[in-house]
């Protein structure tokens, strides 16, 4: 089965730029569609991006567009997610689960395998 394990998180302050990582391992991850999560102490998870299993469709969440970009190598079996202009209320741990597409209800934020996730924290 496929894992995922995400990595890149850090302290940046209002404006800075920060680029996750979603590792895939178990199998290759260009079967895949795959999302980006993120969720803050009190509050649902909430869906941030996704791009389907070849790169040809991406989504994003209002907030976050213009901002975030999301990518995949496919060759490497990692996703990532650049994030741009930061903003202190992009604060969460940062999650990356697996999807059959990036139709529908790809972010509901009950479907998934959520590990530890990558902290992010924008403050000054």
């Known amino acids: 089965q496929l894992q995922l394990v995400e990595s890149g998180g850090g302290l940046v302050q209002p404006g800075g730029s920060l680029r996750l990582s979603c590792a895939a391992s178990g199998a290759t991850v260009d079967r895949y569609a795959i999302g980006w999560f993120r969720q803050t102490p009190g509050k649902e998870r909430e869906g941030v991006a996704c791009i389907s299993s070849t790169g040809g469709t991406t989504k994003y969440t209002d907030s976050v567009k213009g901002r975030f970009t999301v990518s995949r190598d496919n060759a490497k079996n990692s996703v990532y997610l650049q994030m741009n202009s930061l903003k202190p209320e992009d604060t969460a741990v940062y999650y990356c689960?697996?999807?059959?597409?990036?139709?529908?209800?790809?972010?509901?934020?009950?479907?998934?395998?959520w590990g530890q996730g990558t902290q992010v924290t924008v403050s000054s």
């Open positions: 689960a697996a999807r059959a597409s990036c139709t529908g209800y790809w972010y509901n934020p009950r479907v998934g395998s």
